[in-house]
């Protein structure tokens, strides 16, 4: 099993920026890829951004291109997803998750991001 913590949401103005992390614990040894998702209000959950796990690859959302970054510290297992220039559209609950096979099967409990107007 791969535990997943997420941290860091919050409310920011239109603008902002907001830094997510997500530690990793338990059997992260075949973890191949870390991604994260999100998920709106009334609204299916949604791919934001993805690496794979020794961080040489990355792979984005159109709607986050140049706006958001996602690294990782292997000493820490904690990946992180920097936002900036938030907009109202990227309110949402934001999910970690970890990826062996070729799904996501592990996730986070999720955090809240708020970009007010």
């Known amino acids: 099993q791969v535990r997943l913590v997420e941290s860091g949401g919050g409310l920011v103005q239109a603008g902002g920026s907001l830094r997510l992390s997500c530690a990793a614990s338990?059997?992260?040894?075949?973890?191949?890829?870390m991604g994260w998702f999100r998920q709106a209000p009334g609204k299916e959950r949604e791919f934001v951004a993805a690496?794979?796990?020794?961080?040489?690859?990355?792979d984005y959302a159109d709607s986050v291109k140049g706006r958001f970054t996602i690294s990782r510290d292997n000493a820490k297992n904690t990946v992180y997803l920097q936002m900036s220039r938030l907009k109202p559209e990227d309110t949402a609950v934001y999910y970690c998750?970890?990826?062996?096979?070729?799904?996501?099967?592990?996730w986070g409990q999720g955090t809240q991001v708020t970009v007010s107007s």
């Open positions: 338990g059997s992260t040894f075949y973890v191949v890829a």
């Open positions: 690496g794979s796990w020794r961080g040489i690859t990355t």
């Open positions: 998750a970890a990826r062996k096979g070729g799904s996501f099967d592990y």
